[in-house]
Nanobody, 124 residues
Framework: QVQLVESGGGLVQAGGSLRLSCAASGRTLALYALGWFRQAPGKEREFVATISWSGAITYYADSVKGRFTISRDNAKNTMYLQMNSLRPEDTADYYC?????????????????WGQGTQVTVSS
């Protein structure tokens, strides 16, 4: 079984930055694809970013492209999301997820394990 724990959320002003982390335990994630999703109040959970097992392939939602960067450190069994130039519309609970498939994926249903989420609030 895989346990995922997000950290790094908080309150930040528009234009600021945050770095989210997702630490895994229970199993190495070296061969898993990883992803970040977010869910704002009253909205469905949406894709943010994904990274392949090797880190060579990444995809981003159009809304965050150029502002967010996903990365991973397989030796530490940890994934990161660097978020710059934050906007009020980025306010949401952010969830990390792991897919046994290994290939970067934007599809929520392809992820097998999920964290509990970390809250990000961007004030205007």
């Amino acid at each position: 079984q895989v346990q995922l724990v997000e950290s790094g959320g908080g309150l930040v002003q528009a234009g600021g930055s945050l770095r989210l982390s997702c630490a895994a335990s229970g199993r190495t994630l070296a061969l898993y694809a990883l992803g970040w999703f977010r869910q704002a109040p009253g909205k469905e959970r949406e894709f943010v970013a994904t990274i392949s097992w090797s880190g060579a392939i990444t995809y981003y939602a159009d809304s965050v492209k150029g502002r967010f960067t996903i990365s991973r450190d397989n030796a530490k069994n940890t994934m990161y999301l660097q978020m710059n130039s934050l906007r009020p519309e980025d306010t949401a609970d952010y969830y990390c997820a792991a897919s046994r498939g290994g290939s970067a994926s934007t599809m929520r249903d392809e992820y097998n394990y999920w964290g509990q989420g970390t809250q990000v609030t961007v004030s205007s």
